[in-house]
């Protein structure tokens, strides 16, 4: 192992923790303009140190796909100058950004002289487990840094030498511009995770990017609150009045525009009464990008194409796999979709303002879309300076967790000699009133 990509590890998890929770406490009070400066210096250390990042990517690549690394895992590892170049981008994309800290979001006199505001404010340290890429480390350190939480970083085995690179220029660059010491640290086994899980004294949320399996252990193994991203079993259904060209457009683009991702497409529904005109046309573009389709009967009485399972429902392929079932209405899509779908992102093609307003309304996912690709459920596109994950929870954060998923709020109340002993005895009283 190359000795430049080594990290000098003098702490043990639980160290590692509380030296990350004190630096939260510093983070809070860190100006905008110390964070955006703080940025600005991650993104030119990041590009300086170009050689040395793109060459532990290139010993990762190769130790992994001689360890037979599954293509989609190794697509994912590959960190190379495009890659690099987009995360600088998203980088100064974020410091465009409104800092989400001490933002007012409630004013209110109780009475006269007492007032009360609830003011937004970090998290504290968050824990964040996700997979083989690179790039996801860059855009999640940074938004917590933006956000002034602190992190604990576990990426995927098979980026180790990037993932040291990686946080030790961010974690030098942000120290020289004034960042508190060990705000960002990372962990390498699965030992330091599980025992990071025990550790609720010090780390406030835990955010696993990964399968419905690898984000119940996490929660099955913690009293430390848990944000979970799960597989994204992702769905479009095309309506029964349609654009061909349009409809046909749409499922290509969700399914092949980059298919290792957890916002592309895996199951196609399609109504009845459009399935002859949409299928032979899909067919014919998926097979320009080796798109293997597994269809229910009624699909294959009109394509050629491998029959479906059950449990091809149930999957997250992340690979040049469709499965597709034609349906009676647009009720059985959504009961199909609510019950197959992993929340994450479904999307409807249709002309018809009532289809797309049901479908609207009654999928259970945290991102619901019409005649657009699913592809689009992304923290940047969305204007949130990338993403630490996509949540499909429903309590605190939902959907791409940008800058203002990664902040909770604290009351504020001032007042000038005030005690609840005049309220109870009725000598004062409260009149709320809105600042």
Request: charged share 25%; net charge negative.
């Given at each position: 192992m190359n000795n430049t990509y080594c990290v000098v590890r003098d702490m043990d998890t639980?160290?590692?923790?509380?030296?990350?929770?004190?630096?939260?406490?510093?983070?809070?009070?860190?100006?905008?303009?110390?964070?955006?400066?703080?940025?600005?210096?991650?993104?030119g250390t990041l590009l300086e140190r170009k050689d040395e990042i793109l060459e532990a990517n290139k010993?990762?690549?190769e130790r992994?796909?001689?360890?037979?690394?599954?293509?989609?895992?190794?697509?994912?590892?590959?960190?190379?100058?495009?890659?690099l170049n987009d995360v600088v981008e998203g980088i100064h994309s974020l410091i465009g950004l409104d800092d989400p800290v001490g933002k007012t979001l409630l004013a209110r006199e109780l009475d006269e002289g007492l007032r009360l505001y609830r003011v937004s404010c970090p998290i504290g340290v968050?824990?964040?487990?996700?997979?083989?890429?690179?790039?996801?480390?860059?855009?999640?350190?940074?938004?917590?840094?933006?956000?002034?939480?602190?992190?604990?970083?576990?990426?995927?085995?098979?980026?180790?030498?990037?993932?040291?690179?990686?946080?030790?220029?961010?974690?030098?660059?942000?120290?020289?511009?004034?960042?508190p010491d060990n705000w960002i640290n990372l962990l390498e086994s699965r030992?330091?995770?599980?025992?990071?899980?025990?550790?609720?004294?010090?780390?406030?949320?835990?955010?696993?990017?990964?399968?419905?399996?690898?984000?119940?252990?996490?929660?099955?193994?913690?009293?430390?609150?848990?944000?979970?991203?799960?597989?994204?079993i992702c769905h479009v259904y095309i309506d029964r009045d349609i654009d061909v060209k349009r409809a046909v457009d749409i499922v290509a683009d969700s399914k092949t525009q980059y298919v290792a991702v957890c916002n592309a497409l895996e199951t196609l529904l399609i109504h009845k009464d459009s399935a002859e005109k949409v299928l032979p046309a899909l067919k014919e573009a998926l097979d320009t990008k080796?798109?293997?389709?597994?269809?229910?009967?009624?699909?294959?009485?009109?394509?050629?194409?491998?029959?479906?399972?059950e449990e091809d429902w149930k999957t997250e392929y992340l690979?040049?796999?469709?499965?597709?079932?034609?349906?009676?209405?647009?009720?059985?899509?959504?009961?199909?979709?609510?019950?197959?779908?992993?929340g994450h992102t479904d999307s409807i093609v249709s002309r018809d303002e009532e289809s797309v307003k049901r479908f609207l309304e009654?999928?259970?996912?945290?991102?619901?879309?019409?005649?657009?690709?699913?592809?689009?459920?992304?923290?940047?596109?969305?204007?949130?300076?990338a993403e630490v994950g996509i949540s499909t929870n429903k309590i605190h954060a939902r959907g791409p967790v940008g800058l203002d998923g990664l902040v909770t709020y604290k009351y504020k109340l001032i007042g000038d000699g005030h005690i609840v002993a005049d309220y109870a005895s009725n000598k004062r009283r409260f009149f709320h009133r809105d600042l």
């Open positions: 639980r160290s590692m923790a509380l030296e990350a929770k004190k630096a939260s406490i510093l983070m809070q009070g860190v100006s905008t303009e110390l964070k955006n400066s703080a940025l600005e210096r991650i993104a010993q990762d690549m992994s796909a001689a360890e037979d690394l599954a293509a989609p895992l190794l697509k994912r590892l590959k960190f190379d100058e495009k890659k968050i824990g964040i487990i996700f997979e083989s890429r690179p790039d996801a480390l860059v855009q999640i350190s940074t938004l917590c840094l933006k956000s002034g939480n602190a992190v604990l970083l576990k990426g995927g085995r098979e980026a180790t030498l990037t993932n040291r690179i990686l946080t030790q220029a961010i974690s030098e660059a942000s120290m020289e511009t004034g960042m030992e330091e995770v599980n025992e990071m899980l025990a550790l609720d004294e010090y780390v406030d949320l835990i955010i696993p990017r990964g399968s419905n399996e690898f984000v119940r252990y996490i929660m099955d193994n913690s009293r430390i609150p848990v944000l979970g991203h799960a597989d994204g080796s798109v293997e389709i597994r269809g229910c009967e009624r699909t294959r009485r009109i394509i050629p194409c491998k029959k479906v399972s690979d040049l796999v469709l499965s597709i079932k034609i349906v009676d209405s647009l009720d059985e899509a959504i009961e199909h979709i609510n019950t197959y779908g992993s009654y999928v259970d996912s945290g991102n619901v879309f019409a005649n657009c690709s699913t592809r689009f459920s992304d923290g940047f596109r969305y204007g949130f300076g």
